[in-house]
């Protein structure tokens, strides 16, 4: 690769397991991923962003703290995929880092909106010798958008076809859909959970960090009555453009919804997968245009409990993952905040004011210069 036409994506999502980090390419609008690595998220650096994502337990120490300890571990994430790949620092055109989201309060009446991630670009830019583009959320926020989700964008430019009208679906810690019609328009917005709760109830009653391929939830019985509760929650039917996170779906918010139920743990783990399925296939149903084929990725590909539910809630409709598009499933978020660097660096929009609301396009992103 000739110098500066390698761009590396660093992502680590709302279920903060890892930061996920890829190289790659672009030519004539096509992406060529070069290779990936991931880098887990310490136990107690995880519980200090989990800690941050609850008010009152937050504090500006411990933003700080762990801004700077985030920075370090991303960098190490880069250094990491650029010594394994043996891509120099003069190589790299930039480095997208989307940070860590800890807080994210979506413009709603009465209210304030702002976004915050930490994982501060500063110390990335020194430990690699790259520039880093981050900060990619406010702006889009400051012209009135949610700030999210900006995946669909980049899904835009790599997944869009012509024949068939496609959603694509990527199940991170919170599902956001992304719809590309063959008239070669674009729209999406968060459903709703997708692995988000499903983990966290996982690692409290099993002590693993994920249901390994669903196994566990693949073994309770789904409880109608919680499951109509759930479903009840008032973003699940709020209309678009809408984003959501830990503020509003986590481990306290579903213990307050089970008060009133006496079930056992891994009833609890099925019924949480009917939640992630029913909240993004009944987005999807709800559509104004027909549905010919849905590609997902995300951590909630290799939940196979899941994936047999969402094929079964989408009847006749194909599913597939993203790989037989070209991507495997697992690094497209990475390769996105890649995409937004590439978008900055050549000053070209990076946000979609259909998908988020903002008043118009914008180039996202701040530069930090090693």
């Known amino acids: 690769m000739s110098t500066s036409q390698i761009y590396l994506g660093l992502m680590s999502g709302t279920s903060i397991d890892s930061i996920d980090a890829a190289a790659m390419a672009f030519s004539e609008g096509k992406l060529q991923l070069l290779g990936t690595h991931a880098e887990p998220i310490p136990a107690h650096l995880k519980q200090q962003i989990i800690d941050l994502c609850q008010p009152g337990i937050d504090s500006v120490q411990l933003l700080c703290e762990t801004d700077s300890q985030l920075g370090e571990l991303f960098a190490q994430a880069a250094l990491a995929l650029m010594h394994t790949e043996n891509i120099k620092p003069e190589q790299i055109a930039a480095i997208g880092s989307h940070g860590q989201t800890v807080r994210h309060s979506p413009p709603a009446p009465g209210t ?102 669903g196994s566990w939830g693949a073994a309770g019985q789904v409880c109608q009555d919680l499951l109509n509760q759930l479903m009840a929650h008032p973003f699940i039917s709020q209309a678009a453009p809408k984003s959501t996170g830990r503020e509003m779906f986590n481990l306290a918010w579903l213990e307050q919804q089970l008060s009133d139920f006496n079930l056992t743990a891994v009833d609890v783990q099925a019924t949480l997968v009917s939640f992630t399925t029913q909240s993004l296939t009944g987005a ?57 660097a590439h978008q900055r660096i050549n000053n070209l929009p990076g946000n979609l004011p259909s998908v988020t609301g903002a008043s118009r396009e914008a180039v996202l992103g701040a530069l930090y210069l090693p």
């Open 112 to 213: 304030t909106a702002f976004t915050q991630q930490v994982g501060d670009p500063n110390i990335i830019a020194a430990r690699t010798g790259c520039s880093v583009v981050a900060d990619f959320r406010r702006k889009d926020m400051a012209l009135g958008g949610h700030g999210a989700p900006l995946v669909p964008a980049f899904h835009k430019t790599l997944f869009s076809g012509t024949e068939l009208n496609r959603v694509i679906a990527n199940i991170g810690g919170i599902s956001n859909i992304t719809i590309l019609p063959t008239d070669g328009s674009c729209y999406g917005f968060d459903t709703g959970p997708g692995n988000l709760l499903l983990d966290a109830w996982c690692d409290k009653y099993t002590g693993n960090s994920f249901d390994d391929r």
């Open 284 to 340: 999807i149903k709800k559509l104004n245009q027909p549905v010919d084929e849905v590609y997902i990725c995300g951590g909630g590909v290799f939940n196979d409990e899941l994936v047999a539910q969402l094929q079964t809630a989408l009847g006749s409709t194909p599913l597939h993952s993203t790989q037989r598009l070209g991507l495997d499933p697992t690094w497209v978020e990475a390769c996105a905040f890649g995409w937004l």
